[in-house]
């Protein structure tokens, strides 16, 4: 919004270096895209397997789930907060609707909105402690990724889950099943981005969430209850965490104790790369599809180009400081600039 | 004069921003022994050409002179070693160290083995304190100082270093009439001592008594130096703003209405006490006190921000309770905060979704904002305010003071209030704004409504209000009529001193 103003008055006044300048101010606001695109550019020039059209889907699809965790920590991010429990509450949320997919009281049609509960339930815990106790975020959730383990193997007696009879059930559709030829994983993600897009840009619970995380005081002052608003971020969090949990439990049919470890850090680095301010306060879902597909794509490239998957997790953490200092670099103006 | 060396020369500095000349080719000087007042509206250019000065921002073209040597600044550090002080507004100390330690901070003397010595730094502190004649030692911790007192802490930092020159950027802002002088002292001394000082500030009366020379920017552009001698309010004002300003009392009586809010017995703990006053729609009443009189927190508690521990409140004749803002906003109270950028506005948002903040909810076309209705908001208050924005997909931290000060009032003029709680309007904004909104508080009264503004600039009080309430210590001291009173008796009042011949 500050640079749509910026460029107006530059575009207005027309001599040849503003044209350059408001040139310039598109491109540093569209950044990611470009740098998405010559990325996309340099690795098909270099691999032409990049851009065939399975290995995209084929990234498209496997996206999907860090994708749909995304879009909820989306809503945490620009209301000001963190959400640092994603990774370990999709573990459980997978473990949970397996567990109780097998369990004959309840089945899959019960398993599913019952997963759902226990979720939203940890997201309540999240919401509560961070809104109403005006706790910090980073500690909140921080705690809640080591407990939601230890409640995630307590649950599960640490044993794997299974789906013994996998030919019996239609709970595979989630993470396998594809409607017109278009993956239902991928499906999910596109409509919770479409529909959560809407949510945030156009409804008044999305503007509250960026008037809470722009300026919290100022959110009081003109009357916003801050503390229901991060709450319901939360929500909408663990909402997205669930969603995610069952595509994961679905598509492998069964599942670890660990199979979210570490995607909280994967998921803060997609909304970031999406260019959400850790301040609080800006970001778009539309931002973070396409810092959730950069994120694929990159690593999609780099194991084409023959690097080991752990390599990955070391890329990603580059990722996100390439991500957070250019965030800086824009804003201060210049790239070097230490503590004084 | 014009034979010494200038202690500090900027020659034809420029500093564009994208779409704005910050600076147009300013040209500037300060010679030692000299107080120079820098002047100029917000958004002159005074903080930006500071900003060049300490080699925050690099100009794009001009050169900068210290002793007439030129010089390239990269960094406050290199500033401040070069002999160039700041003493900011905004105070930028550690709260839980001692005054020694932020004075020598970066530099603390050392014995062997990197030890601090802390004898040498507590005696050359207590050394540049005595010259301050302060009351505290270079033992204190910075966070139980005043602020008055955390200003004196920055001065004394100025004095460790050989400064060439010193400059302070609006430093009586929350300083008391006895504080003020002794800074007024200090700047004696170092003048003696010949450094050169510049001295920041939108109060007249100040720039009067203590500056010998005056410069004056408007839009970034240098409009000349007068000798304070020479010159006058009017002739300044003009300079600033380019046409002459009335800031007399020339308001006629309006027709009173109903009593829109009336408070009996307030109390709030400590903050204050036992506060009783009305106000009637069509009219404006002014609060008028010290700093921590208890006036910002009796607009906090009207608008449901704290909870009272005695009293009534009554909207029109109906007592009520406020438990929280949005109650308050409910029963038609509003109030513009005392801090704009912290409490008004969230700088990085829109004018538009600024406006329509508080109403957001009653705004929908199903379930969506209707953007439509925001922008006819928006368009209404922009023609009705005079509100100044390219367009209202600007963010409002872009705007000058004066702009952003006129969206937190529309924020809050369309919720249709019946009391409308206005603290300290005028904070920070330069004078041609400050008679439009004093203008514009005025008119509001007139279309009937119940405004109250609490105010720590006398003129202000005098010239918009109709009663005044003067406050000091949490306790109402004396309410006047604004016809019949007199600056002696409000100082009076102010100052506790409870005398009613006043």
């Given at each position: 919004?500050?640079?749509?103003?910026?460029?107006?008055?530059?575009?207005?006044?027309?001599?040849?270096?503003?044209?350059?300048?408001?040139?310039?101010?598109?491109?540093?606001?569209?950044?990611?895209?470009?740098?998405?695109?010559?990325?996309?550019?340099?690795?098909?020039?270099?691999?032409?397997?990049?851009?065939?059209?399975?290995?995209?889907?084929?990234v498209v699809r496997s996206?999907?789930?860090?994708?749909?965790?995304?879009?909820?920590?989306?809503?945490?991010?620009?209301?000001?907060?963190?959400?640092?429990?994603?990774?370990?509450?999709?573990?459980?949320?997978?473990?949970?609707?397996?567990?109780?997919?097998?369990?004959?009281?309840?089945?899959p049609a019960l398993a599913i909105p019952a997963m759902f509960a226990m979720t939203l339930c940890l997201g309540a815990i999240n919401g509560f402690l961070i809104g109403?106790?005006?706790?910090?975020?980073?500690?909140?959730?921080?705690?809640?990724?080591?407990?939601?383990?230890?409640?995630?193997?307590?649950?599960?007696?640490?044993?794997?889950?299974?789906?013994?009879?996998?030919?019996?059930?239609?709970?595979?559709?989630?993470?396998?099943?594809d409607a017109l030829g278009i993956p239902i994983p991928v499906l999910i993600f596109v409509g919770l981005a479409a529909f959560l897009g809407i949510v945030l840009a156009?409804?008044?619970?999305?503007?509250?969430?960026?008037?809470?995380?722009?300026?919290?005081?100022?959110?009081?002052?003109?009357?916003?209850?801050?503390?229901?608003?991060?709450?319901?971020?939360?929500?909408?969090?663990?909402?997205?965490?669930?969603?995610?949990?069952?595509?994961?439990?679905?598509?492998?049919?069964?599942?670890?104790?660990?199979?979210?470890?570490?995607?909280?850090?994967?998921?803060?680095?997609?909304?970031?790369?999406?260019?959400?301010?850790?301040?609080?306060?800006?970001?778009?879902?539309?931002?973070?599809?396409?810092?959730?597909?950069?994120?694929?794509?990159?690593?999609?490239?780099?194991?084409?180009?023959?690097?080991?998957?752990?390599?990955q997790f070391v890329v990603t953490w580059i990722i996100i400081i390439l991500a957070v200092w250019l965030d800086i670099a824009t804003k201060r103006g210049r790239l070097w600039s230490p503590i004084a | 004069m014009s034979e010494q060396t200038p202690a500090l020369r900027l020659e034809d500095i420029v500093k564009t921003f994208p779409g704005v000349r910050a600076l147009d080719g300013v040209s500037f000087s300060v010679l030692p022994g000299e107080v120079h007042a820098l002047m100029g509206e917000n958004g002159a250019g005074k903080s930006t050409l500071m900003k060049v000065l300490g080699g925050i921002y690099q100009p794009e073209e001009g050169r900068?002179?210290?002793?007439?040597?030129?010089?390239?600044?990269?960094?406050?550090?290199?500033?401040?070693?070069?002999?160039?002080?700041f003493i900011h507004q905004e105070l930028s100390l550690a709260q839980e160290l001692s005054v020694a330690e932020n004075i020598y901070l970066g530099e603390l003397p050392r014995k062997a083995f990197g030890r601090v010595d802390w004898d040498t730094l507590y005696s050359r502190t207590d050394a540049i304190l005595s010259k301050l004649k302060v009351s505290f030692n270079a033992r204190t911790r910075v966070g139980d100082l005043s602020i008055a007192n955390q200003q004196m802490v920055e001065i004394a930092r100025a004095l460790t270093v050989d400064a060439k020159a010193v400059i302070f950027d609006e430093p009586t802002a929350s300083l008391t009439d006895a504080e003020k002088s002794v800074l007024f002292d200090v700047i004696e001394d170092l003048k003696a001592q010949g450094v050169g000082i510049i001295?920041?500030?939108?109060?007249m009366e100040e720039i009067f008594r203590i500056t010998d020379r005056i410069s004056v920017l408007r839009d970034g552009e240098y409009r000349g130096t007068l000798e304070t001698a020479e010159t006058n309010e009017d002739e300044i004002t003009q300079m600033m703003i380019g046409r002459s300003l009335d800031l007399s009392r020339n308001f006629e009586e309006l027709e009173l209405g109903k009593v829109a809010l009336r408070v009996e017995g307030l109390s709030c703990g400590k903050l204050f006490q036992n506060v009783s006053f009305e106000v009637r729609q069509g009219e404006v009443l002014g609060f008028y006190g010290l700093v921590g009189a208890g006036r910002t927190e009796i607009a906090e508690t009207l608008f449901g921000l704290r909870t009272p521990t005695a009293g009534r409140i009554f909207l029109k004749d109906e007592e009520v309770r406020i438990n929280s803002p949005i109650d308050a906003i409910s029963k038609g109270i509003s109030l513009v905060p005392e801090s704009r950028k912290e409490q008004g506005l969230v700088l990085g948002m829109n004018c538009r979704d600024n406006i329509t903040l508080p109403q957001v909810d009653d705004l929908k076309a199903g379930p969506f904002v209707a953007e439509g209705a925001e922008v006819s908001i928006y368009d209404q208050y922009r023609d009705r305010l005079s509100i100044k924005s390219p367009s209202w997909r600007t963010a409002v931290g872009n705007l000058s003071g004066g702009n952003q000060q006129k969206i937190v009032i529309g924020k809050w003029l369309s919720m249709r209030p019946e009391v409308l709680i206005v603290d300290e309007p005028t904070r920070g904004i330069d004078v041609g704004s400050k008679s439009e909104i004093h203008n514009l508080l005025r008119d509001l009264a007139k279309q009937g409504y119940a405004v109250i503004v609490i105010s720590s600039e006398m003129p202000e009080v005098l010239h918009v209000a109709d009663r005044i309430v003067a406050m000091y210590h949490g306790q109402v001291m004396r309410e006047f009529d604004a016809s019949e009173v007199t600056e002696d008796g409000l100082i009076q009042a102010i100052s506790g001193i409870t005398n009613d011949a006043a």
């Open positions: 919004m500050a640079e749509a103003s910026t460029s107006e008055r530059g575009a207005a006044r027309g001599t040849s270096s503003d044209t350059m300048k408001t040139v310039g101010a598109f491109l540093a606001r569209q950044g990611i895209l470009v740098a998405f695109i010559l990325f996309m550019i340099a690795f098909t020039l270099w691999n032409p397997r990049f851009i065939d059209i399975n290995n995209v889907f084929g996206s999907a789930i860090l994708g749909v965790m995304a879009l909820g920590v989306t809503f945490v991010v620009i209301g000001g907060n963190l959400d640092l429990s994603v990774g370990s509450m999709m573990s459980f949320s997978a473990i949970v609707v397996l567990d109780l997919h097998e369990n004959p009281a309840f089945g109403y106790l005006r706790l910090n975020s980073l500690i909140v959730t921080l705690g809640m990724l080591s407990a939601i383990h230890g409640l995630t193997l307590t649950y599960s007696g640490g044993q794997n889950m299974d789906i013994a009879n996998q030919s019996a059930t239609w709970f595979d559709v989630f993470g396998r099943g156009k409804t008044p619970f999305g503007r509250k969430v960026y008037a809470v995380g722009g300026n919290g005081t100022a959110a009081t002052f003109s009357g916003i209850p801050r503390a229901r608003v991060v709450f319901f971020t939360y929500m909408i969090s663990a909402f997205c965490v669930a969603t995610a949990g069952l595509i994961q439990a679905s598509r492998t049919m069964g599942a670890q104790n660990t199979v979210g470890q570490g995607m909280e850090l994967e998921v803060l680095a997609a909304v970031i790369l999406g260019g959400a301010s850790l301040l609080g306060g800006s970001g778009t879902i539309f931002k973070t599809v396409i810092g959730v597909l950069i994120l694929g794509f990159i690593q999609n490239g780099l194991l084409l180009a023959g690097l080991e998957f752990y390599a | 900068i002179f210290i002793e007439e040597r030129e010089t390239v600044m990269h960094g406050p550090l290199e500033a401040k070693a070069k002999g160039v002080m001295y920041i500030s939108h109060r």
